[in-house]
């Protein structure tokens, strides 16, 4: 036992041979990823299979399993794949094979099943060993001609055995059930197509090998152009992606034909809804048709979720109404709701809008990685299909030759018949005899001494010289077809039509489930505030600059607690769907949704976490923003400028710098323009009036003079209508009014001294 485990060479270190790390890494990851890449993950152009699917479909015609013959168990399909071409874990056999049957995962399903393959929500096909397999009609299309040396075979893995390289494809399989992987450096994602649009896209590029990608899609444009004329809409060319699941495609043309360009782009898909009338006013919403690749149990369990959480104010309940076709039904709020604003908050925030892309890297020729427009597949699947032809064609050739002697050598026997019986009868070497007396070749004679005697009667001549005839016929078409790259083009057009003719759009199978749509208008705000649920809060700003949001209209400011050393700066009542503006002393705009403000259990957040706030800036003031004021902003040196609110309000946690101060000056007041005059008071208890007009209104600067001051700067400042006149409030709560007349004094040009206060004017310097 002990000499077994010794290393060989005895055990030194003489047989350990040293690799260059980096080498060898580099070398063995690229052998990894490039067997990824050629033997997993990418599908081959000429007939949109990745290794695993086509050695499904290679094993199960093995097995006979023909559209019209009977079923045999998944699980002895599972192991003839596994055990004779494939040797990877059963499993991931049986899940690809699961998928080729299911009618939601792929457009034109390659595998009939009969059990239980899974489900659109998402649950599981049964085991193997429960489940039933045969191919479809479009799989046998794929196969066709695999017995005529259509396509070559390579040795599997442990070479007793044969596999085909890449199957005939009489199908346009690629991008009909489209495909998705991912490699090592680069992945694939085509979604399914309508097969009769890209056969009629195929014919147009038979017809016009110069057409362009634009030439072979069908605009909306033309779409429009053609209603009214089915027959014309029969002949419609590839519009767009054609989802197993229905759905809407709610893209611009131009992005669409752009994505056909190039190879890479995506589409938006929506699920398809109506509005139902429930009598009394009310209505619901019916989902029929839910985006490709999205698990309907999880989707409604989502919305669910979102519900709870109170994400989706207009929605009251989601109910799931399914049977084999899908219902799902969305109650709103209230009849008030608006269902367009409801959908576009349920697309914004769950999987019934999806983005797919759309990147067409495929195994070129079978051999090179490349992304490829829709005109290059198309042509490469072309080009395929003349292969096969050229390929079946001369292995049909070589039969009828073969047979054709054959039937020669008989002819020859038939025009002397008793002598041949006379030769076999007499002679030792009788294949000798007459090959060297009629010139026969080796086949021939053979074929004269295997024929039995019931062939001797006179209407087995007559056949064989039919079929002759029909043979030399058949060769001459064949050898005209491989003389005549026309003929050859003109052979496959004709299969294409066939094709169509089967996958038309006026067959059941073959009509358009994927609509196509522009996406409703609605204003993003619209639709941001239909997503949150409106509740009054009480909006609390403390000293130190910590925000949070109280539920209700909080009036008794007493109420509220605030850290050690920290007071009530201002509270003001708000909705939840209000934006919350917050001016710094250093002049900036902050923008915060109400909805996200820290609710009012402990003491809110330091507004530099919600955004992003300079350290050596405080807050002057916040309030409920409404776009149709104008605001005054004043600096602590005297300088300042109207803006309008709409103008301020910031996208990003940077906030919007309006006013421009440079330190020691920083921002001290901002309040809404009312009246026509404004009345400011600086620390030197001196006040000046005049009127707003001589402020200029801007969205961004530093400002004009308003008063002037010999040292210390702004108290206070308030606008009004001069009419009303003037008021302010005292110490005692009294509230003071001054009218035009009384005003004369103090009334002068911006930018002026100011005198000073009139009696009865607040000790604080402020109007209260």
């Not at 208008?521 to 949070?548: C, F, N, Y």
Request: proline share 5%.
């Amino acid at each position: 036992m002990g000499k077994a485990l010794v290393p060989p060479g005895g055990g030194s270190d003489d047989n350990i041979e040293p690799v260059d790390l980096k080498a060898a890494l580099e070398e063995r990851y690229l052998a990894y990823a490039l067997s990824t890449i050629m033997h997993r993950a990418l599908p081959d152009v000429r007939d949109g299979l990745k290794p695993v699917h086509r050695r499904i479909m290679h094993a199960m015609r093995l097995l006979r399993l023909n559209p019209e013959q009977g079923f045999a168990k998944c699980a002895r399909i599972v192991g003839e794949v596994m055990g004779k071409f494939h040797p990877h874990g059963d499993q991931s056999i049986y899940d690809a094979l699961v998928r080729l049957a299911q009618d939601f995962s792929v457009r034109y399903p390659l595998v009939d099943g009969q059990g239980n393959f899974g489900n659109i929500d998402g649950d599981n096909a049964a085991a193997m060993r429960y489940t039933e397999a045969r191919m479809t009609d479009v799989a046998t299309a794929l196969l066709e001609g695999i017995t005529e040396d259509a396509v070559d075979f390579r040795p599997t893995y442990n070479e007793e055995d044969e596999e085909p390289v890449v199957l005939p494809g009489a199908f346009p399989n690629l991008l009909a059930n489209g495909s998705s992987g991912i490699a090592v450096g680069m992945a694939t994602s085509i979604p399914p197509h309508n097969a009769a649009e890209l056969c009629n896209a195929a014919i147009h590029l038979i017809d016009h090998p110069d057409a362009t990608v634009a030439d072979l899609m069908t605009s909306p444009g033309q779409w429009e152009a053609m209603a009214g004329d089915a027959a014309a809409r029969l002949g419609c060319k590839v519009r767009g992606p054609d989802f197993p699941t229905g759905g809407t495609v709610v893209d611009d043309w131009s992005a669409i034909l752009s994505a056909y360009e190039t190879g890479r782009g995506g589409f938006r898909v929506r699920a398809r809804w109506t509005q139902e009338d429930q009598g009394r006013g009310t209505w619901t919403i019916v989902v029929t048709e839910i985006p490709y690749g999205v698990q309907k149990a999880r989707l409604i369990e989502k919305i669910a979720e979102l519900l709870i959480a109170r994400k989706l104010p207009l929605l009251e309940d989601i109910r799931d109404e399914s049977a084999e076709d899908i219902r799902v039904v969305l109650v709103p709020k209230s009849r008030t709701v608006d269902p367009g604003l409801l959908m576009e908050s349920l697309f914004k925030l769950t999987e019934l809008e999806i983005r797919f892309p759309l990147n067409m890297n495929v195994l070129s020729r079978g051999k090179v990685p490349n992304v490829l427009s829709l005109k290059a597949v198309l042509r490469e699947w072309l080009d395929h299909r003349k292969d096969v032809l050229v390929r079946r064609s001369r292995h049909r050739l070589a039969e009828i030759e073969k047979r054709l002697e054959i039937l020669g050598g008989l002819l020859v026997a038939y025009l002397n018949i008793d002598e041949v019986i006379r030769i076999i009868r007499e002679e030792d070497e009788p294949k000798q005899v007459m090959m060297a007396r009629w010139s026969l070749t080796d086949v021939q004679a053979e074929a004269i001494l295997n024929m039995r005697l019931r062939a001797l009667r006179k209407l087995e001549e007559i056949e064989i010289r039919k079929e002759f005839d029909e043979l030399s016929k058949e060769k001459a078409s064949i050898l005209a077809l491989l003389g005549s790259e026309a003929t050859q083009w003109k052979t496959v057009r004709w299969e294409v039509v066939n094709l169509l003719k089967k996958f038309g759009l006026d067959t059941e199978i073959g009509s358009r489930r994927t609509r196509f749509d522009s996406a409703p208008d609605h204003d993003v705000e619209d639709i941001q505030q239909a997503m949150i649920e409106k509740e009054p809060v009480t909006v609390v700003v403390s000293e130190k600059g910590w925000l949070r949001a109280m539920k209700g209209h909080i009036s008794d400011h007493s109420l509220f607690t605030f850290k050690e050393g920290d007071a009530l700066k201002l509270a003001f009542p708000a909705q939840t769907t209000d934006k919350i503006l917050v001016f710094t002393t250093g002049g900036k705009f902050y923008t915060i949704g109400a909805d996200r403000l820290p609710g009012g259990r402990g003491h809110g957040e330091p507004i530099r976490i919600i955004v992003d706030m300079e350290n050596d800036q405080d807050i002057v003031t916040a309030f409920v923003h409404d776009p149709k004021r104008r605001l005054l902003l004043v600096s602590h040196q005297g300088n300042g400028f109207i803006v309008p609110e709409a103008e301020v309000v910031a996208n990003t946690r940077k906030g919007k710098q309006v006013m421009n101060v440079k330190a020691p000056d920083e921002a001290a007041r901002c309040l809404p323009v009312a009246g026509d005059h404004l009345a400011i008071v600086g620390d030197n208890r001196k006040m000046l009036v005049f009127p707003l007009a001589e402020i200029p209104e801007m969205a961004r600067g530093k400002g004009v003079r308003l008063q002037k001051y010999k040292d210390g700067g702004v108290l206070d400042a308030k606008t009004f209508a001069m009419e009303t006149g003037l008021t302010w409030q005292d110490s005692a709560d009294r509230v003071f009014t001054r009218s035009r007349t009384e005003l004369a004094e103090w009334i002068g040009d911006r930018a002026a001294a100011g005198r000073m206060v009139p009696k009865g004017f607040p000790r604080t310097g402020k109007f209260g």
